[in-house]
């Protein structure tokens, strides 16, 4: 019983790597927009430091409220 577990353990920690690799592969055949995405964030990751603060002050992401109202 213990064998049974332990290779169930393996073939289930295989599948998840595999899935998480491939995973992205699929999103950038399947979609345009997400490979758009990508796309911006390797280049903001390569830009410069003054650059990246730049478009993070005018980010429509960061310019909502900084507090929460109930």
Do not use: K
């Not at 332990?6 to 699929?26: D, I, R, T």
């Amino acid at each position: 019983m213990y064998y049974i577990s332990q290779y169930f353990n393996l073939v289930s920690l295989v599948l998840f790597y595999v899935s998480a690799a491939v995973n992205p592969l699929l999103y950038n055949i399947m979609s345009a927009r997400y490979r758009a995405n990508v796309l911006a964030m390797l280049r903001l990751t390569v830009g410069s430091t003054d650059e990246l603060r730049h478009r993070a002050r005018t980010s429509p992401l960061t310019a909502s409220h900084s507090s929460t109202h109930f």
